[in-house]
């Protein structure tokens, strides 16, 4: 079972406060973005624009391996769990892996009921942000 499959098993038939659990203990693991990128905070290209919290991402693929990292102030738990959702299922994989990745993955994931539009709207354009981002560095490659 790889990354994305262990993570839909998690969250598929928790319920509300179990899901809320997970989402917090996944903001807890998502790693701090490297010293190189601090400077890049300010640079509006590197923030998702369709989310209401300030979510910057940088993808980055080396040798074949995608590598994410993902700024979400700490006072967004739940944003930043949904961030580190996706930062822990494709970080590390082939650019294969992430193109393959299930369209309705948070459908899988069963969170679009538990937690409303607004917050599935910010994670998919995450998602999409990802998949684009590792798409286009993949052909550069």
């Known amino acids: 079972m790889n990354k994305l499959e262990e993570i839909i098993d998690q969250f598929k038939d928790a319920d509300f406060q179990e899901t809320l ?18 400077g890049e905070l300010e640079n509006e ?6 989310c ?4 910057y991402l940088f993808v980055d693929i080396n040798n074949n391996i995608v590598n994410i990292f993902a700024d979400v102030p700490p006072e967004s738990p739940t944003v930043k769990g949904l961030v580190s959702i996706l930062v822990t299922a494709f970080d590390g994989v ?3 892996e992430v193109d393959s990745a299930p369209m309705d993955l948070l459908s899988k994931l069963g969170l679009a009921q538990k937690l409303g539009t607004r917050r599935m709207y910010g994670l998919g354009a ?3 942000r990802i998949r684009k981002e590792v798409k286009n560095k993949a052909i550069l490659q």
């Open 21 to 38: 659990e997970l989402l917090l203990d996944y903001a807890e693991d998502l790693p701090g973005i490297p010293d190189h990128f601090e």
């Open 94 to 96: 082939s650019p294969e």
């Open 45 to 50: 290209a590197n923030r998702v624009p369709e």
């Open 52 to 55: 209401e919290t300030p979510v």
């Open 126 to 128: 995450v998602y999409n």
